[in-house]
């Protein structure tokens, strides 16, 4: 039996069973890296973009493909994390476009709508590069193009196998890949999630190994995991403590209010009135609210004025265990105003208790494994209210998500001045907080934030994963290495040497004068006492002072300037 | 005309010599430390400058008190009793009580001694900005001006003497209440140095960050370009905490890179050192009228 037609519930079984099929490959993608160092998140990202848009898919009867692909798109792009979200998000918003007014799918309305997928995908990068994500789908698309099959066996069967051709092939394109003997993980990625669409359509169902329970129709909401309950936490005798973890979309209605023209503020403000940990995001039709109150009830009716509910959960806080929600509900987020407002994106206690000290007003948690979604900016933007937003990305993974979601929130709130400063490490964020006078008019800040970002070099020491056959290095699996940020410049077996082969090799240590020392979770007294010594040894013009970052990957990061 | 003392505190920071050559009395202040009071002597005869800066490196904290009345009261009864006028030209009062307690103490002197003058004069600054200022109105008195010409005049041109200098540590200053300065200026900065001026008023104020010590005596000299008038044929004066090589290498920029006509380099006296803390430079030169105001 060929399959000629997609519908709206077809196509929903294959993408999530292309989420399934991406998670279950989740580990493997994370590995593929280009570098020796488990920065590889790229799975990862792929699978809470892909999460993002099967949360908003998944518990309704999908009639029309158009519809659902809309949906699908939006959900996607606000779960959208890393460079490899980002164009994920944008190729189904391309594809979602290229489906427009379509009930059902054929093959060739498959393949236009793909290729509009690629086209957007492509348009999201600035300088987009080939040997990537981008070329696997591009050239998948060049094939069925050109296709004349009716059956989506076929098309899959053709897509499929040049796209897996097309991902053996990225090393030639990108020598970056060859040096490291990987193929590329965005692309990767992409195979996996189209893989398991094929599989559906075929009528073969996946064991969802890793389910976080969201692709079985069981969760949804801000991407939170579904919270432990433990009953004995409330009982008959228990008073109310933190009241109701509310969340909930809105589909709001022409009936009832010009959509258009709806302000999200006006829910905003009565929220402020009865809650708190308030998250409030429009996009288009659609209202996503996540609140903390004693009184929800107020809430479903006072927002039932505007539309209609397409999903609700609500959860007495006093019974969830889920660490995550606990902390959200003690933090009590506080409004900031303020002329100038900065973001910065950095995880772990150190790391954020430190740059809150130096000027950061919130954290959006962020780094090597865990890039922040669009939605974790818009909630931050939400949470500030002031007339320039900065916000320092910490990490080159983080500079497009940061910038989508500049242009998402610009979009809504007219008036507010958001600017990505290109900070694209921790070290450079931490230059840049560190030279501005927050006193100073958001121009200056910006453009002190700059002049001290030029002038920065970033050091990062970690251990290798693998062995890897560089040009110059040939690293073992174990040694240290030390990394500007794009290459190994050191490599040794002692942590200290390849701190000292790095500093040797950064370009123009001579004319520096000031070091940043941001020990990891793994450095001990002793190992700071050891680099404090081959630091005064080796390079006694340099100032050097520590900080506790705490991090986990790098065993240091340096801010050599 | 009657004769005048110039009368200078602690804190301007004018050696012995110095003094003698310009005729130039001065007021002391006393410092605390670890409970027993010294008089601030800008000759360091109670405790040398490196043992008193050490104390500092050590973590001791210092307290300054301000020229106490009975010190005035001394000095005024005293040039009162050899006729004497007195041009006293004191610690900025942003910074020091000294001034008003010497206007108070002046009032009832010259009530008692009608026919005397003692005019007190606000600097407006320190160290060698106070100091600058009394070397002026030796050199006016010498002219044969009148004290109250010399007083018009101090007060005219006082905020023209600038400052710029840089600490090793901000948290000396932030204790002892002597800046405006942001939040973003402190902080477990590594290496970041405030540039500081004096303001108007005659508070410190970090106007801005420099990255390392070398970047920090850049900022310096590129400000004592952009406020210094005739460089070329004025004396810049750099006083310092405690720190040889740090002032010589500042000396050498500062002459390089300004073409002034000398450099003159000495120490920060007791007062102001216990403020700032070791490791402080700090440049005068006489330009453009300071008028702002910091605003943290």
Wanted: proline letters at 2%; aromatic letters at 8%; hydrophobic letters at 40%.
């Amino acid at each position: 039996m060929s399959i000629t037609h997609l519908d709206g519930e077809a196509l929903k079984e294959a993408l999530v069973s292309g989420l399934i099929n991406l998670r279950n490959h989740k580990g493997e993608v994370d590995s593929l890296n280009v570098f020796p160092v488990p920065d590889g998140d790229t799975g990862t990202n792929m699978v809470m973009t892909m999460e993002g848009g099967i949360q908003v898919i998944a518990q309704d009867y999908q009639e029309r493909v158009e519809d659902l692909l809309k949906k699908f798109a939006r959900g996607v792009l606000l779960g959208a994390r890393g460079n490899s979200g980002v164009i994920l998000s944008q190729f189904f918003k391309g594809f979602a476009l290229g489906a427009e007014g379509k009930k059902t799918l054929t093959t060739s309305e498959f393949s236009t709508a793909f290729g509009r997928g690629v086209e957007k995908a492509y348009e999201s990068v600035i300088t987009p590069t080939e040997g990537t994500m981008l070329t696997v789908m591009r050239e998948g698309f060049e094939v069925i193009r050109d296709l004349s099959v009716t059956d989506f066996a076929e098309l899959f069967a053709a897509l499929m196998d040049e796209m897996r051709a097309s991902l053996a092939r990225t090393p030639d394109l990108l020598a970056v890949l060859k040096e490291a003997g990987v193929i590329d993980s965005g692309g990767a990625g992409f195979v996996y999630v189209f893989e398991g669409m094929e599989k559906a359509l075929l009528g073969e169902a996946l064991d969802d190994a890793g389910a976080g329970g969201l692709a079985g129709g069981a969760g949804f909401g801000a991407g939170h995991a579904p919270a432990k309950i433990d009953p004995a936490a409330f009982n008959a005798d228990s008073e109310l403590e933190y009241g109701y973890c509310t969340e909930f979309i809105l589909q709001l209605q022409n009936a009832k209010v010009d959509i258009a023209a709806f302000d999200i503020n006006t829910i905003i403000g009565y929220l402020e009135s009865v809650g708190d940990s308030i998250v409030a995001v429009k996009d288009d039709d659609l209202v996503k609210v996540h609140v903390h109150s004693f009184k929800p009830g107020d809430i479903l009716n006072y927002c039932q004025q505007f539309g209609e509910y397409i999903s609700l959960k609500i959860e007495n806080m006093s019974l969830q265990h889920n660490e995550t929600l606990i902390v959200k509900g003690e933090e009590k987020p506080e409004m900031i105003r303020k002329e100038t407002a900065i973001i910065a994106c950095v995880s772990g206690r150190g790391l954020e208790k430190y740059f809150r000290e130096i000027g950061a007003d919130v954290i959006v948690k962020g780094g090597q494994t865990s890039n922040p979604s669009t939605e974790d900016f818009v909630e931050a933007f939400h949470r500030i209210d002031a007339q320039t937003i900065i916000i320092l990305p910490c990490n080159s993974n983080i500079v497009i998500a940061a910038e989508q979601a500049a242009k998402v929130y610009g979009g809504d709130v007219p008036g507010v001045r958001i600017e990505v400063v290109k900070a694209k490490s921790v070290a450079e964020g931490y230059s840049a907080l560190s030279m501005i006078d927050s006193s100073q008019s958001a121009d200056r800040i910006i453009s002190d934030m700059n002049g001290a970002i030029e002038n920065v070099s970033t050091g990062l020491i970690t251990k290798a994963i693998r062995d890897v056959d560089y040009t110059e290095l040939a690293v073992k699996e174990g040694d240290y290495i030390g990394l500007d940020g794009d290459e190994v410049l050191s490599d040794s077996p002692n942590l200290i040497e390849a701190c000292r082969g790095l500093l040797e090799k950064t370009a123009g240590i001579e004319d520096k004068a000031v070091v940043a020392v941001f020990y990891g979770k793994s450095v001990d007294q002793e190992v700071r006492d050891a680099f404090e010594k081959m630091i005064t040894e080796h390079f006694p013009w340099l100032e050097y002072g520590f900080i506790d970052g705490g991090q986990d990957v790098y065993d240091f990061i340096l801010a050599i300037e | 005309m009657r004769e005048y003392l110039i009368l200078g505190d602690s804190t301007c920071d004018l050696n012995k010599e110095i003094r003698e050559q310009y005729d130039i009395d001065y007021v002391q202040m006393n410092y605390v430390l670890e409970g027993k009071e010294y008089p601030a002597s800008l000759d360091w005869e109670e405790m040398g400058v490196h043992e008193f800066y050490n104390a500092m490196r050590e973590g001791k904290r210092i307290t300054t008190t301000q020229v106490p009345a009975e010190t005035f009261l001394a000095k005024f009864n005293e040039c009162a009793e050899k006729g004497l006028d007195v041009l006293y030209v004191g610690c900025s009062s942003a910074l020091s009580g000294s001034v008003n307690t010497a206007n108070v103490v002046a009032k009832e002197v010259m009530e008692a001694h009608p026919e005397m003058k003692i005019s007190c004069v606000d600097a407006r600054n320190s160290s060698f900005g106070q100091g600058i200022q009394l070397m002026w109105a030796s050199d006016q008195k010498k002219a044969g001006k009148t004290i109250e010409e010399v007083t018009a005049f101090l007060e005219k041109h006082r905020n023209c003497v600038n400052q710029c200098g840089t600490v090793a540590d901000l948290s000396y200053l932030k204790r002892a209440g002597r800046v405006t300065a942001s939040s973003a200026f402190f902080g477990n900065l590594i290496g970041i140095k405030p540039i500081l001026i004096s303001d108007a008023n005659g508070q410190n104020f970090a106007i801005k960050k420099a990255k390392g010590a070398s970047n920090a005596k850049m900022e310096i000299v590129a400000y004592l370009n952009e406020v210094g008038k005739n460089l070329e044929k004025q004396t810049v004066y750099i006083s310092h905490a405690d720190d040889e090589k740090s002032v010589q290498t500042l000396a050498a920029m500062v002459k390089e890179g300004t073409g002034c006509k000398d450099v003159f380099t000495d120490y920060i006296g007791p007062i102001v050192g216990a403020s700032v803390g070791p490791g402080t430079v700090i440049a005068y030169c006489v330009g453009k009228e300071e008028t702002r105001v910091g605003e943290a």
